[in-house]
């Protein structure tokens, strides 16, 4: 199980919000670099970056802090970034710029058709993200609920060829209530493709919970508010994962 920190951008600072709110952030490092190389000392072996101001607008807007994060990371962990990308050539600024994966969210659901091409165009580097209130994807950092059900999509882009999707229950995002396990793994058993755990991990026993399931196709756990606030310790978390991973039976 792959614990991977959260940099959420926001005016070139790193923040959280609470539900996806912009009004409602809490600035947790001017220096998002120094943040980055915090978490890499820490044992993250991937960091997930999302630029908020870029979500909101459809454009990139950190796109200078996030060339300093992967310049300051090198090649030493791969990064994942998400927020704005809604052309193929930003996503393929971004691929030289050293990031690995590129998260398309909204525009996956509002243009279908755009993710497919990104898809062909960069095989193996294309996540979906799936935000999801019971069962039903929102899109536009999360302000507007659609009527697709989450499996039913997530299945139809696995066809496209997208590497992994990450899921987040946007009901417990960022509210320290604990992760949505059952439908974590309702999603993950309907599909193919990998699992990225996204939304309310709170302490070590989410981490229990998520490595209990994870033979079901979670991979990974993005980790957020808990980390920065000190309800989950991070290197103890990945360490914990780890054991938890080695003691399972093959």
């Not at 820490?42 to 970056?49: C, D, I, K, S």
């Not at 710029?97 to 091409?117: E, M, Q, R, W």
């Not at 946007?170 to 793994?185: F, H, K, Q, S, Y």
């Amino acid at each position: 199980m792959l614990l991977i920190p959260a940099i959420d951008l926001k005016d070139g600072h790193c923040v959280r919000l609470k539900q996806g709110d912009m009004s409602d952030a809490t600035v947790f490092s001017e220096d998002p670099e120094a943040m980055a190389r915090h978490w890499l000392d820490q044992g993250a072996r991937r960091l997930h970056l999302v630029d908020l101001n870029g979500a909101v607008a459809g454009k990139p807007k950190n796109e200078a802090v996030i060339k300093r994060i992967v310049a300051a990371v090198g090649e030493d962990v791969p990064i994942q970034l998400g927020g704005g990308l809604r052309d193929l050539d930003t996503i393929e600024r971004y691929l030289d710029d050293g990031v690995s994966y590129v998260i398309i969210g909204t525009a996956a659901v509002k243009n279908p058709g755009f993710l497919h091409d990104a898809c062909v165009a960069f095989p193996g580097h294309i996540i979906v993200a799936l935000d999801a209130r019971d069962g039903k994807v929102a899109t536009d950092g999360w302000s507007k609920m659609t009527g697709h059900d989450v499996v039913d999509l997530a299945k139809k882009f696995e066809d496209y060829g997208v590497e992994a999707v990450v899921y987040t229950d946007i009901g417990r995002d960022g509210m320290l209530n604990g992760v949505n396990i059952e439908a974590t793994v309702k999603l993950a058993q309907a599909l193919r493709m990998p699992v990225i755990a996204s939304g309310g991990i709170t302490d070590l026993a989410d981490i229990d919970r998520l490595c209990a399931v994870e033979d079901e196709g979670i991979i990974g756990a993005i980790t957020g508010r808990a980390i920065y606030e000190g309800t989950l310790d991070f290197q103890a978390a990945q360490a914990r994962a780890d054991e938890l991973n080695a003691d399972a039976p093959d």
